[in-house]
């Protein structure tokens, strides 16, 4: 039978029937209030409202009624000359984002969760592109649950981007990882008076809860976009933050990824993309049962 611990001055090596209620009633989270009494507003997306994709811009999504959303996943464009980017500056890149982020907080239910998937970019300089959306996300009202690194170095090519040749002259890193940013609105948990299905199995929530994640990229002449990611990202995510049943949303969903990892685990989606031909590409995967 473990024993109960709570957190020490000097660490704690036991961590089952864990107390943290010492650590988080520090000086150093005394600023963070969490409401205790939380109202979970949900409403219904109708039938033939679902599993649907919309040619337009996500920064308004009036097709889908408020608190109806039960987990975003989305890769938003790097605005980094890619074919469907706009060239944007970077304050007008990240307006975007807000806006976009802004849509999304009001079409979740409470304690719906957010999944952003982003990389930083450049060199000189570098742009941590994962820190300035935290920042918005915080800024508009979501609750940060943590991070995933995805490390992608098992499809990584050979790259001369290393900068000064073993020298400490100008030394360059390579990135091979991007990062999973998690968050939720106005809750930690769902709604427990709910009675859904969970359709996690024991080692994969063993394994996906850990911080780190390894498994390939996919290539993109070969699915048809210039940058999607391999469904195994969403497929993790959705198992692990929603029920089945769940509605699931991408504003930027490009080749549909997202809709077809949905889709494979018994979920609805919805999703929107202003490129008409990604929208023919997702709809094309899908329909196809093309699960790249």
Known sequence: MPRNTETTSFGSVVRESHSSKKFYSSKLFKDFQIPKTVKFNENKIKGDDLNKLYCKS?????????????????????????????????????????????????????????????????????????????????????????????????????????GSWMSASNPVLRDFHEYILIFSKDSYSKNKKQEKKDTIGHDEFIQWTKSIWTFPAVNAKKIGHPAPFPIELPHRLINLYSYEGDVVLDPFCGSGSTCI????????????????????????RISNQKFI
């Open 58 to 162: 996500s920064e308004v999504m009036d097709e889908i009624p408020d608190d109806s959303i039960h987990l975003m996943i989305t890769s938003p464009p790097y605005n980094v000359g890619k074919e469907y980017d706009e060239d944007l500056s970077l304050d007008e890149y990240l307006e975007l984002l807000t806006r976009v982020f802004s849509q999304t907080y009001k079409k979740l239910v409470t304690g719906g969760r957010a999944c952003i998937n982003i990389a930083n970019i450049g060199r000189k300089p570098y742009l941590p592109l994962h820190a300035m959306v935290i920042e918005i996300m915080l800024d508009l009202g979501y609750l940060m649950r943590g991070e995933i690194i995805w490390d992608k170095s098992a499809s990584a090519g050979g790259s001369c981007a290393w």
């Open 261 to 284: 990892a949905a889709a494979q685990n018994n979920r609805s989606y919805v999703g929107y993309d202003i490129k008409r031909e990604y929208i023919e590409l997702a709809q094309k």
